[in-house]
């Protein structure tokens, strides 16, 4: 290095000189170390190829083809319940009951009513007798006014009756008790659950679809559940009904059930098993594919060559839940980046800061 001699400084001896050389390696070290960013190294997938499928997922229940949640319609004393939880029961069979007795003195006052009422009606009516064109004003106010009170009795004594059938409840359809209350003896109003009963002859999943995705869905498209409770089986079914209402979750969103009819029938039903449901709505078998993350917005990706990363235009097919098809611009085994820039081709070779600290003095090139 040339040292110039310029009017009024004095020449650096050699110590100095060398003194300025290790603090300029020092700062270059310090400035490599804790200055400069360090840059993450690239990290690749290989395009495989595999089936893929495209899928709207979310969550919901397992349940029947049909239930019902029985309750008395009126308040009374519980007298007798027939099932408990777990029973198989059949269209028609009595499953509880009220306490009757107090029914019963209803029931026969209104009939000891009735034929009080019956008896004063069929007098006023023979007082009139052959006397249809000749009836006085006060005989016809007796005989309506009796012949109204007789009719009020009857239908009495036809709510009385009613209040009998209203105090036993009969199963509306076959199938398995899922709940039952069990305590008899304590007194029930019309809002109690007594019984609920499922129709299991055949099993469905109800889930709720996102209404932006209710449009992707259609009748007869395959579908596939995991149940919480058996997480390592995967049953088959195919949507069978979209119901026709939306409804709103807990945080605001609007959804629309969808019932999924599963093919297993042996399985252990147990009525509520929550689980996840992915309706297929395509899918290929053995097509390349590669990590979505790895797919650019324009529809590129950077390939590893060995001349370097280069970008490289492709086709892409379906999507699934991780990965998507390539139909054209890759074959297996190449090796693309993952979470590649939006734009550009990344450079992972860090830039030498002595390349300036070289030219002091006049070092390095001009």
Do not use: C, W
């Amino acid at each position: 290095m040339r040292i110039m001699k310029i009017p009024g400084i004095l020449r650096p001896s050699k110590k100095k000189i060398l003194l300025l050389i290790i603090l300029l390696i020092a700062g270059f070290f310090i400035l490599n170390t804790f200055g400069q960013k360090k840059q993450t190294p690239l990290q690749f997938a290989e395009v495989k190829k595999q089936d893929i499928k495209s899928t709207v997922s979310s969550s919901g229940s397992l349940t029947g083809k049909d239930s019902v949640s029985l309750k008395f319609k009126s308040s009374g004393k519980l007298s007798y319940v027939n099932v408990k939880t777990g029973d198989t029961v059949s269209t028609g069979q009595v499953i509880a009951g009220l306490d009757t007795q107090g029914l019963a003195i209803t029931l026969q006052q209104a009939q000891n009513t009735l034929r009080d009422k019956q008896a004063i009606a069929q007098k006023a009516e023979d007082d009139v007798k052959d006397h249809s064109s000749d009836e006085s004003f006060a005989q016809k106010v007796t005989r309506t006014t009796a012949q109204a009170a007789r009719d009020s009795a009857f239908d009495n004594v036809k709510a009385a009756q009613r209040a009998f059938q209203d105090a036993v409840i009969i199963s509306p359809l076959d199938g398995i008790v899922t709940q039952a209350i069990e305590t008899v003896g304590q007194s029930v109003s019309g809002t109690d659950l007594i019984v609920q009963i499922v129709d299991n002859s055949a099993v469905y999943f109800d889930t709720d679809i996102d209404e932006a995705d209710i449009s992707k869905l259609s009748e007869g498209q395959p579908a596939e559940v995991i149940l919480d409770a058996y997480p390592d089986k995967i049953f088959k079914g195919s949507v069978e009904q979209i119901l026709p209402q939306t409804k709103s979750t807990s945080t605001g969103a609007t959804v629309i059930t969808a019932r999924i009819k599963l093919d297993e029938s042996k399985m252990e039903f147990i009525n509520g098993l929550n689980g996840q449901a992915s309706v297929i709505l395509s899918e290929q078998k053995n097509v390349l594919t590669i990590p979505q993350e790895a797919l650019r917005e324009d529809n590129t990706v950077l390939i590893q060559t060995p001349d370097g990363v280069r970008s490289q235009k492709v086709v892409p097919g379906i999507r699934s839940d991780t990965d998507v098809e390539i139909k054209e611009g890759l074959k297996e085994e190449d090796r693309v980046v993952l979470n590649p820039p939006a734009q550009g081709i990344p450079n992972n070779r860090a830039r030498n800061p002595l390349q300036g600290i070289l030219r002091i003095g006049g070092g390095g090139r001009r």
